[in-house]
């Protein structure tokens, strides 16, 4: 079994921040795949079905981002799965909108999604999906949970549409044929 899982923090004050970018790539997912997100338990929402013959479980923590580990970790043990088939999709500040970075291993660059994860997981070696959403023009905290404009919103919907086809890729194919065919995918250049 693989698991795709998306950061972001649950509750509708958080819907639509920079930082539920995952959990927006994981909606994307469970509807063009019919995955319904319809069962809670290790401490997140999910849902399970096929994507290319592959059984996969898509996840989104409920644990607010920076307990993220927790959920994955818990998933991770019950299933027994590699952590090479624990695909991430999440929020970077270090890349603009609209930007995608793929990565199959590295250290946390400051996130505490990851940080989380890393923690739970005790490593780094999980592909990870890096949805750009610029970088903060004053305080991180409210940047990060801070709203798109329209005309972001705009780039990031085709970001997100690309992300969820890297995290796919990722899993019916490789990381490095994700890497190739994603990393310098910019949606502000698809305009």
């Known amino acids: 079994m693989y698991l795709i899982v998306g950061l972001g923090n649950p509750g509708e004050e958080y819907r639509g921040t920079r930082h ?35 059984k996969v479980m898509l996840l989104k923590p409920t644990t607010y981002m920076n307990l993220s580990g927790e959920s994955i970790g818990e998933v991770a043990n019950f299933y027994k799965i590699p952590h090479e088939d624990i695909v991430v999709i999440y929020d970077d500040i270090s890349l603009d909108i609209g930007k995608l970075r793929i990565r199959a291993k590295g250290s946390a ?24 959403v610029g970088a903060p023009k004053g305080n991180l905290v409210s ?24 995290a796919i890729t990722i899993m019916t194919k490789d990381t490095n044929e994700a890497m190739n065919k994603f990393n310098g995918f910019n949606a502000a250049d698809t305009e």
């Not at 940047?143 to 890297?166: C, D, P, Q, W, Y």
């Open 20 to 54: 539920n970018v995952g959990f927006d790539a994981i909606d994307i997912i469970s509807k063009k795949y019919n995955i319904e997100l319809n069962r809670v338990k290790f401490k997140g929402v999910y849902g399970e079905g096929f994507i290319d013959g592959k």
């Open 109 to 132: 660059g400051g996130h505490n999604g990851i940080k989380s994860i890393i923690s739970c997981l005790g490593g780094d070696m999980f592909p990870r999906v890096k949805v750009g």
């Open 143 to 166: 940047h990060v949970l801070g709203k798109f404009t329209t005309e972001e919103r705009t780039i990031l919907n085709k970001a997100l549409e690309a992300s969820s086809e890297a």
